[in-house]
């Protein structure tokens, strides 16, 4: 039976608070899992842990999840491990996870979330948690108080935070200058834009989503320098959606516009060519799987998705 942790001079009590602050987790290059729900969620996104305390006489709901891991536990006194993370509720379960190292020279995936300011770490939380689900693994920090290694960030992210790739600049203004040098197509989101996002027309190359402050949106100087400015279509008395929300309909809508615009090809010439399947009797799956060689398992359906919706509606005109 390995002895209890009683003290907060225990060397890994030490490192847990030294994790309270966002300077001493970019300095030790880790970050603070509270609760087996995260932990677990942490476990199966894949990240690495250092090590996992539970309190003594805790229940068990992931110790067979972390031995599998080859993460070590150590068991100290509930009392202790409170006062370690400054909370007057009780706590079962900590673990110190590793952050991704991010370096510069890292290269980008197709598609990159860019934060102009976005506080509220739920907001941040749910930005992250949906753009890793999407399949996007880059999200851009534009000024030094963005954090999103706190635990507030961490459990809205269900974790996702450490599976992405944090990317940092000093300013809205030079992130958006490096991501054009480096070919992405920059997209920014406002409500006065005159451009619905789903006929943005998209050359097919990387694209940059651009996502602003709460209450201010993206910020004048980076909307002049934005490729597409645009704005989600809205209806009724509603004026705009949580920042969140709002993220991911359009990552989602945009990632379907790039698909088709990778094929080189315009809405209106896909409407024809099916218009002209259907006049020959021949809806043209084959033709269909050729073009989508290449594509991944979630742009494949999306593309699928959309002719099979055409389809449909050329079906009601007849």
Known sequence: MPAVITSLK?????????????????????????????????????ATLRFALAAEGASDPVASLLAGARVPVMVAKESVLRQAVRLNRSVSWLAVAELAATDDDQP????????????????????????????????????????????????????????????????????VRDLRERGFEVVATSGRARTLQGSVPLSGRPVALVVGNETDGVADEVLDLADHVVRIPMSGEVESLNVGVATGISLYELRARMALASLGV??????????????????????????LTGFTAAERAQFQGFLRRMRENLRRDE
């Open 108 to 175: 980008y995936g197709d598609f990159a979330v860019v934060l102009d300011n976005v506080l509220d770490p739920g907001n941040l939380g749910t930005i992250v948690r949906t753009a890793v689900g999407l399949g996007v693994a880059d999200i851009v920090c534009t000024d030094p108080e963005t954090d999103l290694t706190s635990r507030r960030v961490l459990d809205a992210s269900r974790a996702a935070v450490l599976r992405a790739r944090l990317r940092r600049y000093e300013t809205p203004v030079e992130a």
């Open 266 to 291: 315009t809405v209106a010439e896909l409407t024809a060519t099916v218009s002209d399947l259907r006049d020959s009797g021949y809806v043209g799956e084959d033709a269909v799987e050729r073009a």
């Open 10 to 46: 225990d060397d890994h009590l030490q490192q847990v608070r030294a994790l309270a602050s966002r300077t001493g987790r970019a300095e030790a290059g880790g970050c603070l899992l509270e609760g087996a729900a995260l932990i677990t969620q942490a476990v199966e996104a894949g």
